[in-house]
């Protein structure tokens, strides 16, 4: 390493005194033109000269900075690439060189009539003239003669900055057309942010949400359609350019968006931008029953068996012959099916032709809420067969609250400290199928609104005045209040832990979905809302059921 720097370090002098001697580079050339001043005056005052030395001079500085950065202690990798790129910056600095070169004999073999020395001013004026046009077009790409040739012919910076644009904006216009790649990506590109722009304009920033469910604020991109009207957006999809007057214009370019037979991207777009408000009011809801349920998608409609597998086998100590005892898993199966649900509906011809995109997220977001309840009533409805009980269990053919599954009380009792212990002892004796204790606790009080004030009431912070006023139960249950009615009451454990009833839906769904079902007519645009959801019982040790008083 310190013999490659020793000689760079020699390149670069060496490439330093060719830049400061190169003035008196026309001894070089004949005795004739040695013998004028005029070509030594337009030696040291040409802009192309000024131009080329400028950055000749920049690149020498680099390639010194750059051979700064490598020390005994830099790594083998890092050094390879840092001589590289040194190497890079040296041929370089090598090829300005040799412009430097033929320009100054051009000058010296063709000298033209010279002009009036320049003044000190001028002259500083002349060096920053030229260095700019050089950075430009450099940045621009553009060709080095035509580089050299403004610097020469005296072309202004803003008359060569104007050059440099037409031609950036010449090679994009070519390739804009000669690539269907890009068009493509551009046409998918407005589509998204036409989506945006819709999503804002009907369900408002929340609606806008990432992959993982967190909101994104709107795009640069789509800030440029957030003023324009349903109808104007239509236009925009199908490439229609006349000013949208009337209410007919209106409709005749949302009837052509909307048309079946045509391939405009609008019912895509109007359908996904629906579809994000239905998924955010849907996810803002918030049905009891998660609660107390765990989640578990299926990835068809058949019936799913839901595998319960015991715990670790127990420890069994090693004989004297250091045989190891073979430990079985328990299994317990249980089965869980998703159903298909759908209901049909329209936006009306009003709501498009009128831009009456408020109306159209009430609407959207009632289904949301609906949906929400929806899967609250059909949880609620399978978890109360059976006089409340449950559902029958495959394993043993009981359901899920029973006496012999030793999580059902005998005799119903209010809510109070007494009661609240003995169903919390009756989970921890439960085991699991291995026999071992589960010792799991309660997490949730579930109840229904006759009982929900005597459950808050119960499980209610206090500051004791004796011993006997202590609540064991303060901030360690939480209430839930149901849409089930009786008396009862019910302990749960942390479905993430021990789950007894589940819930889902197909794989990669995560929410209610709007399909686009018949285009637009004459009453509007016929929509179908499809969910798919299941729920079931799984297991019946992490929870206890009091039938109240």
């Known amino acids: 390493m310190k013999l490659y720097k020793m000689a760079a370090l020699a390149i670069v002098i060496g490439l330093c005194a060719a830049a400061l001697v190169a003035p008196d580079a026309f001894a070089a050339v004949s005795p004739a033109a040695q013998s004028s001043s005029v070509v030594h005056d337009l030696l040291l005052a040409s802009p192309a000269l000024l131009a080329m030395r400028a950055e000749h001079g920049q690149l020498v500085t680099q390639a ?38 033929a320009e100054e004999a051009r000058i010296a073999a063709e000298p033209p009539v010279p002009p009036a020395p320049p003044a000190s001013a001028d002259l500083a004026a002349e060096r920053t003239r030229a260095a700019e046009i050089v950075s430009i077009g450099t940045r621009a790409g553009l060709e080095q003669t035509a580089i050299d040739t403004a610097v020469r012919d005296g072309s202004t910076v803003e008359a060569f900055r104007t050059r440099a644009f037409d031609v950036l904006a010449a090679n994009a216009d070519r390739t804009m057309h000669s690539n269907v790649h890009v068009t493509r990506d551009e046409q998918s590109t407005r589509a998204a942010h036409m989506t945006d722009a819709l999503t804002f304009r009907i369900g408002g920033a929340a609606a806008l949400r990432d992959a993982n469910g967190a909101v994104r604020p709107l795009s640069d991109g789509a800030r440029g359609y957030a003023n324009h009207s349903l109808a104007e957006l239509a236009a925009e999809a199908i490439g229609h350019r006349a000013f949208l007057r009337t209410a007919r214009d209106r409709e005749e370019v949302l009837v ?78 249980e089965t869980v099916a998703v159903s298909a649900y759908a209901v049909q509906f329209g936006i009306s011809r009003v709501m498009l032709v009128n831009d009456n995109l408020g109306a159209i997220d009430q609407m959207i977001g009632a289904y949301g809420d609906e949906v929400a309840r929806f899967e609250e009533t059909t949880f609620y409805v399978m978890k109360a067969v059976g006089s409340g009980a449950g559902p029958l269990l495959v394993t043993d053919s009981k359901r899920v609250f029973h006496t012999d599954h030793g999580n059902l009380a005998g005799t119903g ?10 169903g919390r002892a009756a989970m921890r004796k439960q085991t699991n199928l291995s026999g071992n204790k589960i010792n799991v606790s309660a997490r949730t009080i579930l109840v229904g609104p006759d009982k929900e004030t005597e459950a808050e009431m119960a499980v209610a912070s206090i500051t004791p005045t004796k011993a006997s006023d202590f609540n064991p139960f303060s901030g360690k249950l939480e209430v839930v209040a149901a849409p089930i009615t009786g008396n009862a009451w019910e302990l749960y454990a942390d479905p993430g832990q021990l789950p007894v009833f589940v819930w889902g839906m197909l794989d990669g769904y995560t929410a209610p979905r709007l399909r686009i079902e018949d285009p637009f007519g004459t009453q509007g645009v016929k929509i179908s809302l499809e969910h798919d959801f299941g729920a079931g019982a799984i297991d019946y040790r992490g929870a206890y059921r009091n039938p109240g008083a």
Not at 80 to 98: G, K, M, S
Not at 296 to 315: E, K, S, T, Y
């Open 413 to 422: 009792t209010v809510i109070d400290v007494a009661n609240l212990g003995a």
């Open 64 to 101: 010194a900075a750059k051979l700064a950065e490598a020390t005994d202690g830099t790594p083998a990798a890092d050094a390879r690439r840092i001589e590289t790129e040194h190497a890079e910056l040296l041929r370089q600095a090598d090829a300005v060189q040799t412009r430097i070169a």
């Open 256 to 333: 052509r968006a909307f048309a079946s037979h045509t391939t405009t991207d609008f019912p895509i777009i109007f359908g996904a931008a629906i579809n994000s408000v239905l998924a955010a009011r849907y996810v803002m809801a918030q049905p009891t029953y998660r609660r107390i349920a765990a989640k578990r998608n299926f990835r068809d409609f058949r019936p799913h068996n839901i595998i319960r597998v015991g715990d670790f086998p127990q420890l069994q100590a090693v004989g004297e012959s250091g045989e190891i005892k073979f430990g079985s898993f328990g299994e317990s199966k």
